[in-house]
């Protein structure tokens, strides 16, 4: 695919942004995605179709974040009223496997004539995310990563091959999982290091860094590989919890540490040589 068939991942330089306009690139039944894709979709069915835009706000699921639900409409992006019943309903969001960069926004259409509102290339639709649930989903991102930077500050020094890995910030499934055997008696410090940075209120900010500014900082083990470039940048997006930690990472999060509320520590399980400390927060 071209670099103008890519979609311009709006949330990534403004995760405040709840509302959106933009053109439409296409639309299609789900039957119509390649296998690759629909197999993305576990959900998916032929009652679905797949809108891609030139623009989008909604996140999608990846890097341990579930993807943004909301709407779509062609009607409050001409008359402006929001209020209007929308036109398409986002269930599901995925990066496209098949073209590169793309965005996937599966879900259904209110009727037959809001779909037939879509078919046009080029039509200007607004976008509308559901507010809550993005908050929620950012308050356990950002909570996953004050719990790491909590784990590396205490363990990083005392458990042999200690290495942050992935994390799941699911609401049902939120923790972190870490290199190396870390017992079960860290639990209380742990607890105690979260609640401490979470009541320091530190600022979460987002920037964009090339492998140099990487180096620069002595993060040179963070450094990602070009595939984690979103579409368009040519240089990777970082999360700074200041006075912490950096992460390479591509998901919404709030502004300051307290906001991620109340975030218990809830067990250390150990399987193989890898340690997952779960997580949650309180809704």
């Known amino acids: 695919m071209t670099a103008a068939a890519r979609t311009y991942l709006a949330f990534h330089h403004n995760a405040k942004l709840f509302r959106l306009k933009t053109p439409i690139v296409s639309t299609r039944p789900f039957s119509a995605l390649e296998e690759a ?11 679905d179709h797949v809108v891609v835009t030139a623009e989008t706000i909604f996140h999608p699921q990846g890097g341990g974040q579930p993807s943004d639900q909301g709407t779509m409409s062609v009607a409050a992006a001409t008359n402006g009223n929001a209020t209007s019943t929308p036109d398409f309903e986002v269930r599901a969001v995925r990066m496209d496997v098949v073209n590169d960069g793309q965005v996937l926004h599966v879900g ?10 879509f078919e046009k290339t080029g039509t200007e639709i607004e976008q509308a995310i559901d507010v809550e649930k ?15 930077a909590a784990v590396r500050h205490l363990v990083m020094d005392k458990v042999e091959g200690f290495d942050e890995l992935k994390a799941s910030h699911f609401p049902d499934s ?29 600022p979460v900010e987002i920037d964009f860094w090339d492998a140099e500014e ?7 083990r963070l ?47 150990r399987a193989k040589g890898i340690s997952r400390v779960s997580y949650a927060v309180k809704p």
């Not at 639990?187 to 290091?193: S, Y």
Request: hydrophobic share 35%; glycine share 10%.
């Open 37 to 47: 894709n629909r197999l993305l979709f576990k959900d998916g069915s032929d009652e």
């Open 214 to 220: 990487f180096r620069r900082e002595g993060l040179e």
């Open 174 to 202: 939120a923790g972190c999982e870490f290199r190396g055997n870390i017992e079960g008696t860290w639990k209380p410090e742990i607890q105690k290091k979260v609640d401490e940075y979470i009541k320091q209120a530190m």
């Open 223 to 269: 450094i990602p590989d070009s595939s984690f470039l979103a579409p368009g940048e040519t240089k990777f997006r970082v999360v700074k919890i200041v006075g912490a930690e950096v992460y390479p990472c591509g998901g919404t999060h709030v502004d300051t540490t307290d906001l991620c509320g109340e975030t218990t520590v809830r067990k250390i399980s």
């Open 134 to 148: 993005r908050l929620f989903y950012s308050r356990l991102h950002t909570a996953g990563h004050v719990l790491g």
């Open 108 to 117: 259904r259409f209110a009727s037959a004539a809001a779909a037939a509102g």
